[in-house]
């Protein structure tokens, strides 16, 4: 789906939660992100499956954008071994345990919630379609930046140095003299 004139597209995406029994007693239960789905239509906590106590919810449907700009992320992304997705959560309180935030298929962006340490980041195995779209997008957009070695400016650089620090020291052993031993000499 086209998203915007600037060429940049986006995607509904689908976000199963997995719940399955805690293995603590502190925890009741334990939650993670284990599937996206392409082209979903809106859900709220939507059951899909149940086996026992592990139940899988149709969670949320979110936009998942690529952006011209960010082509390199997506390549590097997709070129992992295992490429995948990021669901960024929030904890909440009320009636479900998380707020869907995102789904991005940059791992630097995904880099950048976790760094904030308030936001849960879940990797998620990217499905074929997935990955055909999100490579076709950066196989047209995607301009590799040419490296350019910077170059040193015309400093002089022989190592002389035309005078020693401030003109206010009276002499150059005083430089790395103590603060007491100065104040001993002066009285």
């Keep these: 789906m086209t998203g915007h004139p600037s060429n940049d597209q986006f995607m509904p995406v689908g976000v199963v939660l997995r719940r399955t029994p805690g293995v603590t007693r502190w925890a009741k239960w334990a939650w993670r992100a284990v599937a996206v789905l392409p ?40 070129a992992a071994r295992a490429p995948a997705v990021y669901v960024v959560m929030r904890k909440v309180t009320g009636e479900h345990p998380f707020e869907v935030l995102l789904v991005t298929a940059s791992p630097y962006e995904a880099q950048d919630y976790c760094d904030s340490g308030e936001d849960i980041v879940e990797k998620v195995p990217m499905p074929p379609g997935l990955l055909a779209w999100v490579g076709d997008f950066v196989g047209r957009h995607h301009q590799e930046e040419e490296f350019v ?3 040193r400016d015309r400093a002089k650089v022989d190592g002389r140095q035309d005078g020693i620090g401030d003109p206010r020291i009276p002499k ?16």
Excluded: C, M, N
Excluded at 43 to 67: C, I, N, S
Excluded at 172 to 187: T, V
């Design 149 to 151: 070695k910077r170059r």
């Design 39 to 78: 082209g979903a239509g809106p859900a709220q906590w939507r059951e899909l499956r149940r086996q026992g106590d592990t139940v899988e919810y149709h969670a949320a449907t979110v936009p998942l954008e690529l952006y011209r700009a960010e082509t390199e992320a997506y390549l590097h992304g997709i």
């Design 172 to 187: 150059p052993g005083d430089i790395y003299a103590s603060p007491a031993l100065k104040r001993e000499r002066l009285q």
